[in-house]
């Protein structure tokens, strides 16, 4: 399995920036990106790395950290094989790399402990600033 995290970039407080997440690959039982949940997480520099959101298999829960509920939105496209974070209202707070990951299994819980996420990208920078 691999993930491809994109689309960070540079916005001003307030602004917006869609985060896409390309999947490809399946596990070693055989699996796709559509039997599992997928998670978005943040590292900021000199933190530790916390969850962001998360979508189980078919999309139906979604679930959000409190510091970005109402602002950012979680999806996928099962038939494309990626996963995105919407993300509006952006405040410079949101300056981290981005990180996507594939959970355990298809179902994700609203408490984004990293140890259900198996399999890691590579992280897309996003910066706030003016």
């Known amino acids: 399995v691999q993930l491809q995290a994109s689309g960070g970039g540079l916005v001003q407080p307030g602004g917006s920036l869609r985060l896409s997440c390309a999947h490809s690959?399946?596990?070693?039982?055989?699996?796709?990106?559509?039997?599992?949940?997928m998670g978005w997480f943040r590292q900021a520099p000199g933190k530790d790395r916390e969850w962001v959101a998360a979508?189980?298999?078919?999309?139906?829960?979604?679930y959000y950290a409190s510091s970005v509920k109402d602002r950012f939105s979680i999806s996928r496209d099962n038939g494309k094989n990626t996963v995105f974070l919407q993300m509006s209202n952006l405040k410079p707070e949101d300056t981290a790399v981005y990180y996507c990951?594939?959970?355990?299994?298809?179902?994700?819980?609203?408490?984004?402990?990293?140890?259900?996420?198996?399999?890691w990208g590579q992280g897309t920078q996003v910066t706030v600033s003016s």
């Open positions: 990951a594939q959970g355990h299994t298809g179902y994700v819980r609203p408490d984004g402990l990293e140890s259900d996420f198996d399999y």
């Open positions: 690959g399946r596990t070693d039982a055989g699996y796709g990106m559509s039997s599992y949940g």
């Open positions: 979508i189980s298999w078919s999309g139906a829960g979604t």
